[in-house]
């Protein structure tokens, strides 16, 4: 028969041996709670849903339910459905008219009037994520000025800092590079800054390719912004449940993949993009012809006042897998130099300057890290391209160790 010590003494063991298992059960079931939270708050209720070939979801959710409504900041926001007043230099679509733009869930259906379509996050974004505020981050700082590659982002990029903006307008043909390793990215895009430090403010629109984030390799459309440094109060396309970005198109879906992508020597695919903020304080994102929403003038402070940096360009993240360089690509995958059909660019660049009128911009200046990984090079004047560039790069190589 067993003493009461022994007794005791065996109890503890066992309660050793239960106490983490109980405490794992019970940890995961909080964990998958959280989670489960976070999905209600992120996918809210539609009126139809769409199954895309590419593994997507798309749900087509009332406009007045969007989760944009929920940020704090835009309590009791009114939703504009366009710009309340557009002026008379707005660009007209005089040009040979483009090809319209395709995300792959429209092979599936289109989302009714009156209902914005939304990418749904699944269980498996948010698990994949490193923890849930990495899963409402973009993981990158501010570049108002260029930080050397060895942090892990690295640039190819033309910027203009003299001056008040109040927009710009840009095409982009899009590409779909290789991406090495997870947790890297390859995307090209506008950024609209203002302010130092905590108070930096960003916009910022392009396409990217990111397993980390979509958890494919496809070219997609993203939105982005900040109002504090890219510390806090901010968010990557509509993947919080307060993200602050007011969509108000059925057409476009932030987060969903364009087809098809531009081919080397081939046949090239663009979009134009404009961000402007209009007499009604917001910032206004449109593509094509098409105003996909806006920017409340609510979620910013410096950017209140206009932008004093304007950016355009393509921006890579090393992790240095094995201490070597990556073979991530950026834009096409080729240099700058060589060109149309090969290389990525940037043409028909225009800002609104500090009287809101539109011109071209002027005294634009490069920044890169290392040139023989990724470079950009300003096009000749006198064509139909105004102002434009080419940027890109295949990464590690023999002038990129």
């Known amino acids: 028969m067993m003493g009461v010590a022994a007794f005791s003494v065996a109890l503890m063991m066992i309660a050793v041996i239960i106490s983490p298992c109980v405490y794992g059960e019970e940890f995961s079931d909080h964990h998958e709670i959280k989670v489960q939270r976070l999905k209600k708050r992120l996918n809210k209720p539609a009126l139809k849903s769409i199954k895309s070939e590419d593994g997507d979801i798309i749900d087509c959710v009332p406009i007045t339910s969007q989760p944009a409504l929920d940020h704090p900041l835009l309590k009791n926001h009114t939703i504009q459905?366009?710009?309340?007043f557009i002026s008379e230099d707005e660009p007209k679509n005089t040009k040979k008219k483009e090809k319209a733009i395709i995300q792959v869930w429209h092979k599936s259906g289109d989302c009714p009037e009156?209902?914005?379509?939304?990418?749904?996050?699944?269980?498996?974004?948010?698990?994949?994520?490193?923890?849930?505020?990495?899963?409402?981050?973009?993981?990158?700082?501010?570049?108002a000025e260029y930080?050397?590659?060895?942090?892990?982002?690295?640039?190819?990029?033309?910027?203009?800092?003299?001056?008040?903006?109040?927009?710009?307008?840009?095409?982009?043909?899009?590409?779909?590079?290789?991406?090495?390793?997870?947790?890297?990215?390859?995307?090209?895009?506008?950024?609209?800054?203002?302010?130092?430090?905590?108070?930096?403010?960003?916009?910022?629109?392009?396409?990217?390719?990111?397993?980390?984030?979509?958890?494919?390799?496809?070219?997609?459309?993203?939105?982005?912004?900040?109002?504090?440094?890219?510390?806090?109060?901010?968010?990557?396309?509509?993947?919080?449940?307060?993200?602050?970005?007011?969509?108000?198109?059925?057409?476009?879906?932030?987060?969903?993949?364009l087809i098809p992508v531009s081919q080397y020597d081939?046949?090239?695919?663009?979009?134009?993009?404009?961000?402007?903020?209009?007499?009604?304080?917001?910032?206004?994102?449109?593509?094509?012809?098409?105003?996909?929403?806006?920017w409340s003038d609510d979620l910013f402070t410096s950017l209140k006042d206009g932008a004093t940096v304007v950016q355009w360009g393509g921006e890579i993240v090393n992790l240095k897998t094995d201490g070597i360089h990556t073979t991530t690509e950026m834009g096409s995958g080729h240099f700058a130099e060589e060109g149309f059909r090969k290389a990525s660019y940037f043409r028909n660049l225009m800002i609104y300057d500090e009287a809101n009128t539109l011109k071209e911009p002027q005294q634009l200046s490069p920044l890169t890290g290392h040139d023989g990984c990724?470079?950009?090079?300003?096009?000749?004047?006198?064509?139909?391209?105004?102002?434009?560039?080419?940027?890109?790069?295949?990464?590690?190589?023999?002038?990129c160790p």
């Open 81 to 84: 459905m366009r710009p309340s």
């Open 114 to 143: 009156n209902t914005v379509p939304i990418r749904r996050a699944k269980k498996e974004d948010i698990f994949r994520a490193k923890s849930f505020e990495s899963f409402r981050r973009k993981t990158r700082r501010s570049i």
């Open 147 to 257: 930080k050397d590659p060895s942090i892990g982002h690295e640039y190819a990029i033309m910027q203009l800092r003299t001056g008040k903006f109040y927009g710009t307008e840009f095409t982009i043909n899009f590409w779909n590079p290789k991406v090495q390793a997870y947790g890297e990215f390859s995307l090209a895009q506008t950024w609209l800054l203002s302010g130092e430090g905590p108070n930096l403010n960003s916009i910022e629109a392009g396409w990217q390719v990111s397993e980390q984030i979509y958890l494919d390799n496809n070219t997609r459309l993203f939105v982005f912004w900040t109002n504090n440094g890219y510390q806090g109060n901010l968010c990557y396309n509509l993947r919080c449940p307060d993200h602050g970005f007011v969509q108000v198109s059925n057409r476009f879906t932030v987060g969903g993949s």
């Open 266 to 294: 081939g046949e090239q695919q663009a979009l134009s993009m404009h961000i402007r903020k209009y007499d009604d304080k917001n910032w206004w994102l449109k593509i094509g012809e098409e105003f996909v929403g806006y």
């Open 374 to 399: 990724y470079n950009i090079k300003a096009g000749d004047g006198g064509t139909d391209w105004g102002v434009h560039f080419f940027f890109g790069g295949p990464g590690r190589n023999e002038k």
